[in-house]
């Protein structure tokens, strides 16, 4: 699939002198698609999820060896280690007792299973548990890829991807060079430090502390089983990993937990946001801190993990530099009396997610005295759905070098944002304050949508405006939201958001007392997604406003669909995607106008041509055309084009995978481009050899398919050229050239980088 092949060869530790053996057997039906004698209708597609272990993408058999109390000459490890590793191993004669114990071994080598030998029901329970894990192993990244030079186009890149390996849970992040996209420069998992050098903090009580058993309250102690090796565990001891002798804990190949949903944040050098033009306090001092020894700052990368984690690397040479345990991963869950941690060390470990959501960072002025900062918030994400409160956490990492536990500015849950995926919003206000604005999370305490605003510097809650929408028997929650700044002062005034309900809700912040903070439209909805036959449409991706240069007019984009519930991937409503004129309450489709995506061929698609919106709409609409598809991530906005990623998910739950298009349309009339967007046939030339041939004859593509679940679409300068890249399936990266409009003047590095 997709250009991939694969060769056996009889090598060792597959090969071996003996015939008509267990491992024989094993071995054919590894190699050979068992679908082979099927009709051409009834074949299986070949997308069998890979590991490093087993790259069978064909339909074939795994096979799993167990041993009851009995063991032969071969070690199993050493057998293992041989498929990867590329070891000699010497398979014995299969007559002796030992011997077929050792063909059971080798049965499992060539099947590239598994094998376990168990004495007692407990190792036996152990075995079993691990193999079930080792079954649903499968190698991914579900979050976005990072670049460096986010906020501009004009500097060549490095290129930063978090992955997984599922049913191991380990985790890696890696480094490319934009140049190369295959060969990574490095991978945080061979750079990690020693388990007694690693920085790490975590939230008490009252204050951070270093990850010590010695720092450690009573209830802390008891939280992690009451055992000290379960923090050597976490810290990343392996001695005590069931492989070595008396082992009791997981066994980790890498010592990085999974990085799932987290997308990697870079921050390097303050970026020019040119604030000096303002004339708020601290506005003045901004260029003397963006030229001073921010400047020269070791570059950071920061990403989430489900190991419990906030990790900050080197972003030049992939070392760890620090971790962050938020309070709430040290809590247990509810219903719980040991924390996520405890149970990381569990042979038998059944997926939780922790550190799950994506970090922020932000140059702001606070303090006493007052100074300019960067201050990073993180959230649980999905790693809060078991607590009663969704936790977020504020580190100042203005100085990577010198970060200490004095450096966390709070650590707090709150119980509307429990379940919150959206990224934090870190701005400043008319009241003079920097804050964190958060989205109701999908499991609130309070079932509605709406959205929580953070007094920045202390974690402390200044506005809880909440929605009518949503209730325990109706439960309601909000997407990743949007910041407006109306009057190019540097506050915000208009926040948008998009709930569970389809409803997309403007909130007013003009006011500069939070009393006069306010659901604009006098509390009602500026509109609610609703498909042609008046189904309620998710919206989970989040919405952009941006303000149009010609009219002013402020529009909001976003795209509908779910993709997070076990039984979503076969959903196969109609999802849209939207441009909304805000000005006045939208009442329906009707008030706007409607675009219409034609699938061209296999891997192309147009859009309707318009050259504007007729004069009695209030913005555009268009049906997604393939069953199953949906838009469950934010729109970008780069130069004159409006890019959205949709996703179709496959409805096999054995390879939780799918295809996608890329899309790219005239935002403020969705109408197709004027202009090839897309480089269809690679030679970096945007001409009519890169449009497609249609009815109405050669027209620019409106979209192009990928091969698998986008991630939002990252971009970077390579050369002459302007490459996008996205995550495609088996944690690859995908690029392709593209020829966004080069607008001139300041780009927003917030939308470039979304």
């Known amino acids: 699939p997709k250009g991939t092949s694969f060769t056996y060869s009889p090598v060792s530790p597959f090969a071996s002198s003996a015939s008509n053996t267990l491992a024989d057997i094993a071995m054919n039906y590894w190699k050979n698609e068992l679908d082979a004698g099927w009709s051409a209708g009834d074949k299986l597609d070949n997308t069998v999820p890979t590991t490093t272990q087993n790259p069978a993408f064909w339909q074939h058999m795994v096979t799993f060896g167990v041993g009851f109390g009995v063991t032969g000459t071969v070690n199993p490890t050493t057998a293992f280690n041989a498929i990867t590793g590329g070891g000699s191993v010497t398979w014995p004669a299969t007559s002796t007792d030992p011997g077929k114990i ?26 079993l548990a691990e193999t079930l894990s080792n079954i649903a192993e499968r190698v991914g990244t579900a979050s976005n890829i990072a670049a460096t030079a986010i906020n501009s186009l004009q500097t060549e890149s490095n290129l930063y991807q978090a992955r997984y390996v599922s049913g191991e849970w380990s985790g890696d992040l890696w480094s490319y060079a934009v140049t190369n996209t295959t060969t990574p420069v490095w991978k945080a998992s061979e750079m990690m430090p020693a388990h007694t050098a690693r920085k790490i903090y975590y939230g008490s009580t009252s204050t951070a502390k270093e990850f010590y058993w010695s720092n450690m309250t009573s209830g802390e102690q008891t939280a992690m089983g009451g055992v000290s090796t379960v923090v050597d565990y976490v810290r990343g001891d392996q001695t005590l990993e069931k492989r070595n002798t008396g082992g009791i804990y997981r066994n980790r190949n890498k010592i990085l937990g999974d990085l799932v949903n987290s997308s990697p ?52 040479t992939g070392v760890e530099k620090f971790a962050y345990i938020p309070k709430n991963v040290m809590t247990p869950a509810v219903g719980d009396t040991v924390n996520v941690l405890k149970k990381y060390t569990d042979p038998a470990y059944m997926h939780r997610f922790s550190v799950d959501g994506t970090p922020v960072a932000v140059d702001v002025y606070i303090g006493s005295p007052a100074s300019w900062k960067t201050i990073l918030v993180g959230g649980l994400g999905r790693g809060s759905a078991n607590h009663s409160g969704g936790g977020f956490y504020a580190l100042d990492i203005t100085n990577p070098d010198s970060f200490d536990a004095s450096k966390v500015l709070w650590d707090k849950s709150f119980g509307e944002t429990v379940t919150y995926l959206g990224e934090p919003q870190i701005t400043r206000t008319n009241t003079g304050q920097w804050v964190v604005i958060l989205g109701y999370g999908y499991n609130n305490s309070g079932y509605k949508s709406g959205i929580l605003i953070v007094n920045l510097e202390n974690g402390l809650i200044l506005k809880q405006i909440p929605t009518s929408a949503g209730s325990s028997t109706d439960p309601n929650g909000m997407s990743e939201l949007s910041l407006l700044d109306i009057n190019a002062d540097g506050l915000t005034d208009w926040v948008y958001g998009g709930d569970l309900h389809g409803n997309v809700w403007k909130f007013d912040l003009t006011g500069t007392s939070t009393s006069a903070w306010k659901v604009d439209y006098s509390g009602a909805a500026l509109f609610q997604a609703k498909d042609g036959s008046g189904n309620r449409q998710m919206i989970t991706g989040g919405v952009m406003s941006v303000m149009e240069p010609k009219t002013g007019k402020v529009w909001v984009f976003f795209g509908t669909g779910r993709y997070l519930n076990q039984d979503d991937p076969s959903n196969a409503g109609v999802q849209s995607w939207y441009g909304l004129q805000d000005g006045s309450v939208i009442t329906g489709r009707s008030q706007l106008d409607v675009r219409y995506i034609d699938n061209v061929g296999s891997s192309n698609r147009t859009v309707t041509e318009a050259n504007n919106i007729a004069i009695d709409k209030k913005g555009w609409y268009m049906d997604l055309p393939t069953t199953r598809e949906r838009i469950v991530d934010m729109p970008m906005l780069v130069g004159g084009e409006l890019l ?60 192009i398919k990928v091969g698998s679940l986008n991630s939002v679409t990252t971009l970077a300068k390579v050369g002459d050229v302007i490459k996008s890249y996205n995550n495609c399936e088996g944690a690859c990266i995908e690029g392709r050239t593209i020829d966004p409009t080069k607008n001139t003047g300041m780009q927003s590095w917030r939308e470039i980088s979304k």
């Open 102 to 127: 050792d063909d059971l071994l080798h049965a499992a080598v060539n099947g590239r299973g598994g094998f376990f030998t168990a004495g007692d029901p407990i190792a036996f329970a152990q075995g």
């Open 265 to 316: 944040e870079l921050v390097a050098a303050p970026l020019d946001l040119n604030y000096q033009r303002y004339n708020w306090t601290g506005a003045t001092s901004y260029r003397e801190f963006i030229e001073g020894s921010a400047k020269t700052r070791t570059q950071m990368i920061y990403v989430g993990g489900n190991d419990g984690m906030l990790h900050g690397f080197n972003a030049s």
């Open 644 to 703: 959205m990623n949709t996703v179709i998910p496959d409805t096999n739950v054995c390879n939780p995978s799918g295809s996608g298009y890329l899309m790219a349309i005239s935002p403020f009339t969705g109408s197709r481009l004027k202009k090839p967007f897309f480089d269809l046939n690679g030679d970096n030339i945007f001409n009519d050899s890169d449009k497609i041939s249609t009815t109405n004859g050669l027209v620019p593509a409106s979209g």
